[in-house]
């Protein structure tokens, strides 16, 4: 499953949701109808129809069928919207689903392990990949100065990592 992104509050008094989107195109949304509701624990899941979406200071606006008041919405905070992999939009060959990154291992230009890509997120100057070496982590930009060659399939990326930088 795809995350598009996450319920966080009501919005209004009509049951929409004010969503942060986790995609690049927020118009996305108005791209799909099925999608999946997860909760924070991904124990429980529901299915649902998108009914109506708009664009919103940043966020998205939803409307869900059969979700009619802000009660309800409350209800959903925090739980994700996904869709099936199979209905991800295509990427150029430049792009990548942060989901892909975890468990790539990092080598340097000379081959050396640097460690596991843990987890990929969106930071305040772009993508960040949490990488575990050993028994610290650390976080590396996930930029193409420093991320020189990923191969996805190989579950690999070639790292120039600035001096000290895995020591912080």
């Given at each position: 499953?795809?995350a598009?992104?996450?319920?966080?509050?009501?919005?209004?008094?009509?049951?929409?949701?004010?969503?942060?989107?986790?995609?690049?195109?927020?118009?996305?949304?108005?791209?799909?109808?099925?999608?999946?509701?997860?909760?924070?624990?991904?124990?429980?899941?529901?299915?649902?129809?998108?009914?109506?979406?708009?664009?919103?200071?940043?966020?998205?606006?939803?409307a869900?069928?059969?979700?009619?008041?802000?009660?309800?919405?409350?209800?959903?905070?925090?739980?994700?919207?996904?869709?099936?992999?199979?209905?991800?939009?295509?990427?150029?060959?430049?792009?990548?689903?942060?989901?892909?990154?975890?468990?790539?291992?990092?080598?340097?230009?000379?081959?050396?392990?640097?460690?596991?890509?843990?987890?990929?997120?969106?930071?305040?100057?772009?993508?960040?990949?949490?990488?575990?070496?050993?028994?610290?982590?650390?976080?590396?930009?996930?930029?193409?100065?420093?991320?020189?060659?990923?191969?996805?399939?190989?579950?690999?990326?070639?790292?120039?990592?600035?001096?000290?930088?895995d020591?912080?």
């Open positions: 499953m795809i598009l992104g996450v319920i966080r509050k009501p919005h209004g008094v009509r049951g929409e949701a004010s969503v942060e989107p986790w995609t690049n195109d927020a118009q996305r949304f108005e791209e799909v109808r099925r999608v999946t509701l997860v909760s924070p624990d991904e124990r429980s899941q529901r299915d649902a129809a998108i009914a109506a979406v708009r664009v919103h200071g940043g966020r998205v606006l939803v869900f069928e059969g979700i009619e008041s802000p009660e309800a919405v409350r209800e959903l905070a925090n739980w994700t919207i996904e869709i099936p992999d199979e209905e991800a939009r295509k990427l150029d060959g430049d792009e990548y689903f942060l989901h892909d990154l975890v468990g790539m291992q990092l080598v340097d230009t000379a081959g050396q392990p640097r460690g596991e890509v843990i987890d990929a997120y969106e930071g305040g100057g772009g993508v960040l990949l949490n990488v575990r070496h050993g028994g610290a982590t650390f976080e590396v930009p996930f930029a193409a100065e420093i991320c020189k060659e990923i191969d996805v399939a190989a579950k690999r990326i070639v790292v120039d990592i600035p001096e000290g930088l020591e912080i």
